[in-house]
């Protein structure tokens, strides 16, 4: 049943990566990354992470590709144009892409040890989670609260309009 | 048949897939031409990253792997209420999305 389930959605996730390449529209892409990302959730819960899984629902899928479908819309995004792109992608990018596909492959492939992923193995508790987050982890956990704070000051500081363009917009709007 | 099905997962196949997964986002980022779906390409390779988190966390069955994802998330998180927020004063400068006419620091 596992392996049906990892082929299943393995071929999900690849599908919708390939996808979100091959499409030229921002909102296609954005909803073939939702396919990844929902399947890469359910690949978490078949390697016991339940917590996770949730997670990359609620934040990946959610939240995130939210707020990635608000900006494609809010910027009516079209199509993206289509060029060649820069040399140096094509002649240093491509060739490092493969390499390191194949150093990868190489490594893992050859690894000795690695062990099967099967639901006998157990599914990681969120109660198991917060105790070492909460406890041995704390410091961590509360610097990351700081820097969503400052993400969140940053991103409404960069997003505002400055405020020699807000006055021409309400000179425009009162012109009207 | 039966014996297929009742096979286990190596987690080495795991690791394949989180590997060919970041590989597709290093292509995206290098030959898409809109600077949002750019932006969802180094999403695609976070989370190919995370895959191999968690599958280490498996193979060693510590927790400590699966809290690293939960920090990447919270860190891409605020990274993807930047980069939008960036891309969208960008967007307000130059009124294009295509990374070609965006390839100056300056105005």
Known sequence: ?176 | MNAFIAQEVPLSWYLILSAVLFVLGIIGFLFKRNLITTFMSIELMLNAVNLSFVTFAQQWHTVKGQIFVFFVMVVAAAEAAVGLAIIIALFRARSTLAVDRIDLMKL
Not at chain 1, 67 to 78: D, I, R
Not at chain 1, 83 to 98: D, L, Q, Y
Request: with cysteine; charged share 10%; proline share 2%.
């Open chain 1, 1 to 176: 049943m596992h392996i049906i389930m990892f082929f299943l959605f393995a071929g999900f996730c690849l599908a919708g990566a390939i996808n979100l390449l091959i499409q030229s529209h921002p909102i296609n892409s954005a909803l073939s990354l939702i396919v990844v990302m929902t399947s890469l959730a359910v690949l978490y819960l078949m390697l016991g992470a339940e917590f996770l899984a949730a997670a990359q629902v609620i934040v990946y899928a959610g939240a995130i590709m939210v707020l990635f479908t608000f900006v494609v819309m809010l910027l009516n995004a079209g199509k993206e144009a289509r060029t060649r792109g820069s040399h140096a992608a094509w002649v240093v990018g491509f060739p490092a892409v493969v390499v390191i596909l194949a150093v990868l492959a190489t490594v893992i492939l050859t690894a000795q040890g690695l062990g099967t992923a099967s639901v006998n193995n157990g599914i990681t508790s969120a109660a198991e989670v917060g105790t070492v987050l909460f406890t041995e982890l704390l410091l961590p956990f509360e610097v990351t609260s700081v820097l969503i704070l400052i993400a969140i000051l940053g991103a409404v500081a960069l997003a505002r309009p400055s405020d020699g363009e807000r006055d021409t917009h309400e000179e425009g709007t009162a012109g009207k």
